[in-house]
């Protein structure tokens, strides 16, 4: 499921990223090669600074810093896997990870860099940023700007009545499972995933909603899991819609600023100039862990209770069946109990609630997706896990 997934979703990115004159971003830099296709130097220089490379808006930090202090006790375990013994550094080394941090409850265990990243770089996130939208949502219900995870997303999109969203819910945008029909075949040059949002047709219309307006309904809403990249774009254009400024805007009204983030990010924008709710949101190494507490804490920053009291219990368990552990609001269930935000090519926070443990990984992997990649990232996890529950 992982891999058929993450394959539909590089071919999402194939649309989004294939330059100025058929991608729904624009490449600032005439003649910048696909991002799919970047060689592993292209690859280390590009996912630190995609602002240089692509249109993007700024999260603006405050003047305040959440601290993550360092543990009295750090960590450094070896692991097993493939018939070898690895270390830390070998397994970066390896799999081309740039940065990987441990956090347990709330303080440093391990942090390394390499690729020549130091801690300021920030890091593309690719999907990652599915769950930081999603924690929008939550921000915006109990700002009372979007009235109910039950509310119509017609109510916020009214571009979309009367097409397969009407009587579509939030919660079932989030839940992917709108019922809408999806071709996300990455083998498949005129599939969905392929061609929306590639070109403004309807002037005035953000591309990727004038798309999909026009898809048919498949299933009840609600009824089953299905992968829709298109749709988590849709969602960060109704948080926007919702309340009133850009995505960027209210996460750093929201999170950055009050949670205490270090460093400003960034976030890449869609044809329409609006921020792709499904991807490519870029921070530091610490502060992709400071999402993770964020969420971990139960939704607090700034002494204000910034998502509603039971968001956090819904978003990161099991809502519907998608064949796996299970799907909640953008975050996914594993079977060793964790919830994780994934992005291709590397890039995660997974997180053991009952251990207040988060392991965060920025990487370049060779291909967006793999079995084994996969495989070395869980040993690697595994064994930061079980490191930092005997360091405690």
């Not at 950055?256 to 460093?263: C, N, S």
């Not at 490519?280 to 999402?291: E, G, I, Q």
């Not at 997706?369 to 990232?377: K, Q």
């Amino acid at each position: 499921m992982r891999k058929v997934i993450g394959l539909a979703v590089a071919a999402a990115l194939a649309a989004a990223f294939s330059g100025a004159t058929a991608g729904a971003q624009v490449a600032l830099k005439p003649g910048t090669p696909f991002i799919l296709t970047w060689t592993p130097q292209q690859q280390s220089d590009g996912y630190r600074s995609m602002e240089t490379v692509y249109k993007a808006e700024i999260i603006k930090r405050g003047d305040q810093v959440h601290p993550l202090p360092m543990a009295a006790r750090q960590i450094d375990p070896t692991f097993s896997y493939a018939g070898k013994t690895w270390t830390v550094d070998r397994y970066m080394q390896a799999y081309n990870v740039s940065g990987v941090l441990v956090l347990k409850d709330g303080k440093i265990l391990l942090e390394r860099y390499a690729m020549g990243r130091k801690p300021t770089d920030r890091w593309t996130s690719f999907s990652v940023a599915k769950s930081v939208t999603s924690t929008l949502v939550g921000a915006a219900i109990a700002d009372g700007k979007i009235k109910s995870i039950n509310a119509p997303v017609t109510d916020y999109i009214p571009e979309l009545k009367g097409s397969g969203y009407d009587g579509v819910t939030v919660r079932q945008l989030l839940m992917m499972s709108s019922g809408v029909r999806w071709n996300e075949d990455y083998t498949d040059p005129k599939a969905d995933v392929a061609v929306a949002g590639t070109e403004v047709t309807e002037p005035g219309v953000n591309p990727m909603v004038s798309y999909m307006r026009k898809l048919p309904r498949a299933n009840p809403p609600g009824t089953k899991f299905h992968y829709n990249t298109g749709e988590t774009d849709l969602v960060g254009i109704l948080v926007s819609n919702a309340v009133g400024k850009s995505v960027s805007e209210y996460a750093s009204e929201t999170l950055w600023k009050p949670y205490g983030m270090e460093a400003d990010a960034i976030w890449v924008t869609d044809l329409g100039g609006h921020e792709r709710g499904g991807c490519c949101l870029s921070m530091t190494l610490r502060d992709y862990a400071r999402v993770g507490q964020f969420i971990l804490d139960g939704g607090k920053a700034g002494g204000k209770q910034v998502l509603p009291d039971w968001w956090i219990g819904q978003a990161t368990t099991k809502q519907i069946d998608n064949g796996d552990a299970g799907y909640g609001y953008f975050w996914w269930m594993r079977s060793n109990g964790s919830y994780e935000a994934v992005g291709i090519y590397g890039q995660s926070i997974t997180t053991f609630r009952d251990d207040r443990i988060i392991i965060v990984t920025n990487a370049a992997w060779p291909t967006a997706v793999g079995r084994e990649l996969n495989a070395a990232r869980t040993a690697f996890v595994d064994a930061a896990r079980a490191a930092a529950k005997a360091a405690s």
